[in-house]
Nanobody
Framework: VQLQASGGGLVQAGGSLRLSCKAS????????IGWFRQTSTRGREGVSC????????DYKDSVKGRFTISRDSAENTVYLQMSSLKPEDTAVYHC??????????????????????WGTGTLVTVSS
């Protein structure tokens, strides 16, 4: 089982990127998929999560209204569309698959303990 995040890069503040999370050996439809990011100063932060059904999404407060998570079953891929990027969004972004978490304000903690698979991340750098 492999999860591969891709689509990162260098972008100016205010710009956009779309990250992709593709899986091999795993049907993403059976799992909730979350995106988290990691920096040396802030550690690991939950960014967004989409339920296995695709009907429920959760977001970190600071990305609400700017990021959108979606899934494409035919492509076995989950996307994270990031717009109005800010320098503080700079991080290595990872995707993970796990069982459906509790939703709402505690979604990240709930999902963190339910993650089963994750892989290498993709670096997003936002310049000011």
């Amino acid at each position: 089982v492999q999860l591969q995040a891709s689509g990162g890069g260098l972008v100016q503040a205010g710009g956009s990127l779309r990250l992709s999370c593709k899986a091999s050996g795993l049907s993403l439809d059976n799992y909730a998929i979350g995106w988290f990011r990691q920096t040396s100063t802030r550690g690991r932060e939950g960014v967004s999560c989409i339920s296995s059904s695709g009907t429920i999404t959760d977001y970190k407060d600071s990305v609400k209204g700017r990021f959108t998570i979606s899934r494409d079953s035919a492509e076995n891929t989950v996307y994270l569309q990031m717009s109005s990027l800010k320098p503080e969004d700079t991080a290595v972004y990872h995707c993970a698959a796990g069982s459906d978490p509790s939703h709402g304000s505690g979604w990240w903690t709930s999902f963190y303990y339910r993650m089963r698979y994750w892989g290498t991340g993709t670096l997003v750098t936002v310049s000011s």
